[in-house]
């Protein structure tokens, strides 16, 4: 009994000066960061009430603080930066790789690709996958971006998507057409997932998350998605080792277009070629970053567009 008490007292010292580290690390590092007054432990939750409004929300508070606020939610510490020159200076640092702990929400998706690595695998692959992207290469791929327009919201979504899916895997999912298809409700259940994951301020704890439908939903979704570039994939591997490999030449003339895939496939990373596991690892990312971000572009551009021609008509040097 006694032994339990004295493991049990050694477990609360050990919680307590970790507490007590934790603290002294804050207040050196974060203390002479301006913060709004906030709740005693829970700290800035009243912030989280409103998912739909948070972004809004956090850039009005920031402002109200000259660009550069701290806030917390029980131990978890965010800073939220405005003032664009505070922005570059953090950006433009190479001594800050490491992501922040929202990353991880990705990596059952995206596992350690490009966007999720850690600093020393980043800078590997960061090399490897820099050339794939010259601009004799990116050349062969503009009149795709045009084949593939539409002009609503939930269209460019599809169609970014279709963009993606034909650049980054030289497969056609036709997700304009069949927007019902498996894969692409998969991925659209994955980013809607992740959003919500990030803006709530309890699904963001693993052991809350497990519990919901969503990490249900997550499994199921994770299932098709890996399903299908893992298929990809593989076919692409064989019918590359049926028809003899070939070297890619980034200054080629060739109109011969060829997938990130088909690169990823001739790349090697420490002098091996890459494992099927770290090839759907990259091409993931590349889905993901390349039809979400580039669809809320042209998304938020329409929107300008059809403002400005509301505004003005046709009469407007800036639609014209
Ligand atoms: C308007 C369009 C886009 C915007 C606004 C955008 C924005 C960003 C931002 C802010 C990051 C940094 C994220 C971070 O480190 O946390 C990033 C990284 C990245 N983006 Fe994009 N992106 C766009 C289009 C694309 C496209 C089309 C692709 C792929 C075809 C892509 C692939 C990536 C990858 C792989 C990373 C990780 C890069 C690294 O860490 O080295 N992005 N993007």
């Given at each position: 009994?006694?032994?339990?008490?004295?493991?049990?007292?050694?477990?609360l010292i050990?919680?307590?000066?970790?507490?007590?580290?934790?603290?002294?690390?804050?207040?050196?590092?974060?203390?002479?960061i301006?913060?709004?007054?906030?709740?005693?432990?829970?700290?800035?939750?009243?912030?989280?009430?409103?998912?739909?409004?948070i972004l809004?929300?956090?850039?009005?508070?920031?402002?109200?603080?000259?660009?550069?606020?701290?806030?917390?939610?029980?131990?978890?510490?965010?800073?939220i930066?405005?003032?664009?020159?505070?922005?570059?200076?953090?950006?433009?640092t190479?001594?800050?790789?490491n992501?922040?702990?929202e990353?991880?929400?990705?990596?059952?998706w995206?596992?350690?690709?490009?966007?999720?690595?850690?600093p020393?695998?980043?800078?590997?692959?960061?090399?490897m996958?820099?050339?794939?992207?010259?601009?004799?290469?990116?050349?062969?791929?503009?009149?795709l971006?045009?084949?593939?327009?539409?002009?609503?919201?939930?269209?460019?979504?599809?169609c970014?998507?279709?963009v993606?899916?034909?650049?980054?895997?030289?497969t056609?999912?036709?997700?304009?057409?069949?927007?019902?298809?498996?894969?692409?409700?998969?991925?659209?259940?994955?980013n809607?997932?992740?959003r919500?994951?990030?803006?709530?301020?309890?699904?963001?704890?693993?052991?809350i998350?497990y519990?919901?439908?969503?990490?249900r939903?997550?499994?199921?979704?994770l299932?098709?998605?890996?399903?299908?570039?893992?298929?990809?994939?593989?076919?692409r591997?064989?019918?590359?080792?049926?028809?003899?490999?070939?070297?890619?030449?980034?200054?080629s003339?060739?109109?011969?277009?060829?997938?990130?895939?088909?690169?990823?496939?001739?790349?090697?990373?420490?002098?091996?070629?890459l494992?099927?596991?770290?090839?759907?690892?990259?091409?993931?990312?590349?889905?993901?970053?390349g039809?979400?971000?580039?669809?809320?572009?042209?998304?938020?551009?329409?929107?300008?567009?059809?403002?400005?021609?509301?505004?003005?008509?046709?009469?407007?040097?800036?639609?014209?």
């Open positions: 009994m006694s032994l339990v008490i004295f493991v049990i007292a050694l477990i050990f919680i307590c000066y970790e507490y007590y580290r934790f603290v002294r690390h804050v207040k050196k590092h974060l203390d002479h301006p913060a709004p007054p906030a709740l005693p432990f829970m700290g800035h939750i009243m912030y989280f009430a409103n998912p739909k409004e809004k929300d956090l850039v009005t508070m920031a402002q109200n603080f000259d660009g550069f606020v701290k806030i917390h939610f029980f131990q978890i510490y965010s800073l930066i405005t003032d664009p020159e505070k922005i570059e200076k953090i950006l433009g190479t001594r800050m790789l992501k922040s702990s990353y991880s929400h990705f990596n059952r995206l596992g350690t690709g490009l966007l999720t690595s850690e020393a695998k980043w800078r590997k692959s960061r090399k996958l820099t050339p794939t992207f010259h601009f004799q290469i990116l050349e062969k791929y503009i009149d971006t045009g084949r593939n327009s539409t002009f609503t919201h939930p269209d460019v979504t599809l970014t998507l279709d993606i899916c034909e650049t980054a895997m030289g056609s999912v036709n997700a304009q057409k069949h927007s019902n298809s498996e894969y692409v409700k998969s991925v659209q259940i994955m809607e997932i992740i919500t994951r990030l803006f709530s301020p309890f699904k963001r704890f693993n052991c998350y519990l919901t439908g969503d990490y939903a997550e499994k199921r979704a299932k098709t998605i890996h399903g299908y570039t893992t298929s990809v994939i593989e076919k591997k064989k019918e590359l080792e049926e028809n003899g490999n070939y070297i890619i030449d980034c200054n003339n060739s109109k011969k277009r060829l997938a990130f895939l088909d690169l990823l496939l001739q790349c090697e990373l420490d002098e091996k070629p494992t099927n596991e770290q090839i759907r690892e990259e091409v993931d990312t590349f889905m993901f970053e039809h979400d971000t580039t669809a809320s572009a042209m998304a938020f551009s329409l929107y300008c567009l059809a403002r400005e021609f509301t505004r003005t008509g046709f009469s407007s040097k800036g639609i014209e």
